[in-house]
């Protein structure tokens, strides 16, 4: 079932202003569905395909500094459903104890080999294992820490209706995220005060406009993202 009947919901999204954009993505079964397909047989072909990146990356990392090659951190997802998510670990063993949980451009958490693969995203392939368990899906919001998620409004709540995404419309504009935050004093507040709740706006009209055709356009703006 990819969308629940709207009294299955969890209280915290049936609100009055989550309503309009379930009844769009309602009449979206069958873009919800295909966009369920690609997302299992795209991230098994891409675990399959990223097995050599991912060896590599797991004997780089355990040769720079002691700890795990994976990094697992509680998010959000579906319908307000925690999972862990997984990424290639690019900061210090234990770093969440030692810092915010935002991430600045000279975080001196981020490990030397840690700051490579950040620059060409290689730490978010992990996650396809993420998209194929259907915690995530392609292209969505991206998953929050469920104390961000604590401060949504109830219009933010309707962006918990579809899983979160690896990319979005949201991340590619703020792509220099990192680097915005170095600048601020309070990184953390600044993130929640300044770039959450545009980001956000962002997210929802995605939801609000949600297709499959906006999904491989953003894709394709993702992949450029990356190289560029």
Known sequence: MLLKPWEQLPP??????????????????????????????????????????????????????????FFKQIRVGQYGKEFKIYKFRTMVADAQALGAQVTTGHDPRVTRVGRRIRDF??????????????????????????????????EMMATLLLRPGLTGAASIAFKDENSMLSEDEDPEKAYVEKILPIKMKINLDYTKDFRLGLDFKLIWETVLCVFK
């Not at 954009?21 to 295909?34: I, N, Q, W």
């Not at 047989?41 to 002691?66: F, M, N, Q």
């Not at 396809?128 to 401060?151: H, S």
């Open 121 to 154: 995203r290689l730490d978010e392939f992990s996650q396809f294992i993420n998209v194929l368990k259907g915690d995530m899906t392609f292209v969505g919001t991206r998953p929050e820490v469920p104390r961000y998620v604590a401060q949504y409004s109830d």
């Open 12 to 69: 915290v999204l049936q609100n009055d202003a989550v309503r309009p954009y379930y009844e769009h993505l309602k009449g979206r079964k069958c873009a919800l569905f295909c966009k369920r397909l690609l997302d299992v047989v795209g991230a098994a072909l891409g675990v399959v395909i990223c097995s050599p990146i991912y060896l590599v990356l797991a004997i780089a990392i355990k040769l720079d500094s002691k700890g795990p090659v």
